[in-house]
């Protein structure tokens, strides 16, 4: 196995469980195993201590069920008809079936100065970050591009006292929802403080004599900045399997088939951040970064590697987080997205509450829905709101995955108490307004 | 349309918004229209004030949509061929068409001095209960029978500083979950210092001088008590429909086609706690009181009145409540109806955690599955757990909506992030664990 975080270590765990007597080796160029990258943030801003609570199952732990990890070993290159991976250190190690799931990595602007920008990948980065911010509480931060981790550092930084601002060259935040329902995420980032900068394009990391940032020089001109982060997203990292040979999709990730199994080379499988994952909507691989991702389809390669058969079933794009005290929810197909996809469409936004809206707690909430014209089948929903609204994504998301229309979705016997919801849950108050228009 | 609240009131907004000409009149025997029971406790308890924040439309707001609606008016005799109703104080009142929206009538036990507990069934209900509550805050009170509402006033009255003492002939709290998760409801009950009393049956209340409740007489001993509460359960309240002719079902509600048409009688009409509602999962006809579904049985009954042709299709048992702090969900069926119902089934209960588990503000929750055995098909779903625990319920009761079985379930697109979820969804890792027992 290449790579020891979700991918490679739940399809270790699993192999080895089904096959006890299975030599599994796992090689990690890092220093930890099973750790939550999602949860980075949350260090930086101080929520979760130590950093260790981020691990999930320390190599330790691993090898206590049998499993071979080594740590700091890197892989350089893979050999697949000789059976045999080469490491960093020169020496070679043999085997019958690979899993390569080795991830992703930032994709920082060839500018300038950006060597002394941070990321928020690695639980390396993270502490480092930490430390930084700590013996600095009044300083400033330049966070590059607005998607769920550069707004989720952001607001780290934020919390931990720097004058935080935030860059992206698109014309919206948060790309993953439309332009509609990503200004709620602006405004609730503004709300905490957060300097949004919106079609501005960062030209240079400024440096001091000694090399670390001062600040950064945008098309909208120079912000100081001591903390420089990136998160302007990942790519697969591919290098090494693309070197052996191993077929790359149109999505830039490793192409496989529905067993997680590298398209055209035999006992090579795939799995996590690296590998491309069928879209059931689109119809077309897709590659998508995501730590539940990860651990199912490394869980399908555990399985199909020790000589079982399961299928990964797809994804249809889900995701959620909690900015600046809102949650933010997306599953299938923006209104964007499906434009793009050639799906004729309708869409409709609700404005509604979390909970009944006489109770002391109950926040505003937006649902946008998009459904397809003619037929009402749902396409895709976005969620923005208080406490407790977010989650509402995986009724919709299970709405979409069945082939449901709106029309029916409507009348689902979905639960209401006070506390929880009003007498019609959000999520059927959104399917009615939409179904008016499908 | 017989009756102002849920059921009554959405066919009337609706039959006037799709036919304005059509003369719409609502007779309601009480004071309030549109208002939710449900919220009854939370007035009680101190939450939620004043009284008439429970209202969600008044009769002056139903006027000035067009509606006709009598207030403090009861019918008291329906004629079916004569099409014409009479009320209580002798006048009558003809229709085209009508809708019986009678709701449901609590079901006291039949012993001396009940006649002065109290009831959490209307508006006029909760005011007397918050005003005498709010005038003895160092008294005693017993509330009968541990189903929904009965655990949520007592609740209520432990937050306005009674002594409260919780009384049920059954062996376990809440019926409507199976007794291994209702056990963690009867914990959280007796954590906020209510005294639980299972298999104890009252057998009267003892009153004062001046007729007031002092004491409830039990089989395991006098409980003093100056409010005393019945929660017992209600029946549908169907005397004039019943008396007038209307087909009654085997579940004691009236019977209805699923366009809620009174079975056998054209141009009658049911909605709300007083309809049998079509049972999903057991194939037959139940009565279920919830104002969600009152909701929807009104606005299908609304449609079909005035020309069209919606169907309704069906409950599955689906409720939530929010207990002591502990979220309390149910959809489908439990262990205990499902093998009643002849299913054979497995069932499998997973302890996990309603956010990443690193995150300061993630609680344990439970989730309990039932699902047939050999096919997978999800049959029901339990959940108790911290906040945030119980809207999960939505995405299991679509999935068994939907038809879906556990080995599929475990694999859908389901949001994840740490702060709302674990890598995997409680409800994927419950499908998981049931689909190796099913």
């Known amino acids: 196995m290449i790579g020891g975080d979700a991918g490679g ?14 030599e599994v080796v796992v090689f990690e160029r890092g220093s930890y195993t ?24 320390s190599p330790a732990k691993h090898r206590q069920n049998g499993l071979d990890v080594r740590m700091g070993a890197e892989v350089v290159g893979i050999d697949l008809a000789a059976r045999r991976l080469t490491l960093l250190d020169g020496s070679e190690e043999p085997f019958d079936e690979l899993l390569v799931a080795t991830g992703a990595r930032a994709t920082p602007p060839p500018i300038p100065g950006v060597e002394a920008a941070e990321q928020a990948r690695t639980l390396e980065d993270a502490g480092r970050l930490r430390s930084a911010v700590d013996a600095d509480v009044d300083g400033s931060a330049v966070v590059i591009g607005s998607g769920y981790i550069g707004i989720e550092v952001a607001e780290a930084f934020v919390r931990k006292g720097l004058r935080t601002t935030l860059v992206d060259v698109a014309d919206q935040v948060f790309g993953a929802l439309d ?22 394009e960062v030209q240079e990391v400024l440096l001091d004599a000694d090399g670390r940032p001062r600040a ?4 909208g001109g120079e912000v100081p900045a001591r903390h420089v982060v990136v998160a302007t997203g990942v790519k697969p990292e591919i290098g090494i399997a693309e070197a052996a040979g191993l077929r790359v999709g149109a999505s830039g990730a490793l ?12 006992g090579v499988w795939v799995a996590g951040d690296c ?17 539940t991702h990860a651990n199912k389809q490394g869980r399908i390669a555990g399985v199909n590697l020790t000589g079982g058969d399961l299928a990964f079933p797809g994804v249809i794009g889900t995701a959620i987080t909690r900015i600046c005290h809102l949650e933010v929810a997306r599953t299938g197909l923006t209104e964007r997205e499906a434009r793009e996809a050639g799906f004729d469409h309708v869409a ?36 923005t709101g208080g406490a407790t609204a977010g989650k509402r994504i995986d009724a919709l998301a299970l709405a979409i995955w069945t082939g449901m229309d709106v029309e029916a979705l409507q009348w689902v016997d979905l639960s209401y108490a006070p506390p929880v ?14 179904a008016k228009r499908a």
């Open 255 to 266: 192409a496989v088939d529905d067993h997680q199994r590298s398209v055209g080379a035999d």
């Open 275 to 291: 590998s491309e994952s069928h879209h059931r909507l689109l119809d077309r691989a897709v590659n998508l970064q995501l730590g």
């Open 348 to 383: 409709e936004t609700v404005e509604t509450d979390t909970r009944a809206r006489y109770m002391p707690d109950s926040e505003r909430m937006w649902v946008k829905l998009v459904a397809q014209r003619g037929t009402g089948r749902l396409l895709g929903a976005q969620i």
């Open 34 to 57: 099973s750790y939550s990258a999602c949860g980075i943030p949350f260090h930086i801003g101080g929520e979760v201590d130590p950093l260790e609570e981020l691990v999930a199952r």
């Open 179 to 200: 332009p509609d329902m990503a200004a709620g995420v602006q405004a609730a980032a503004e709300g905490l403080g957060i300097d949004v900068r919106l079609g501005t």
């Open 421 to 434: 919801s009003g007498t019609l849950d959000p999520v059927l108050v959104a399917a009615r307004a939409t």
């Open 216 to 219: 950064v020089r945008t098309s």
């Open 9 to 22: 270590m739940s399809a270790a765990a699993v192999a080895k469980r089904r096959d006890p007597a299975l």
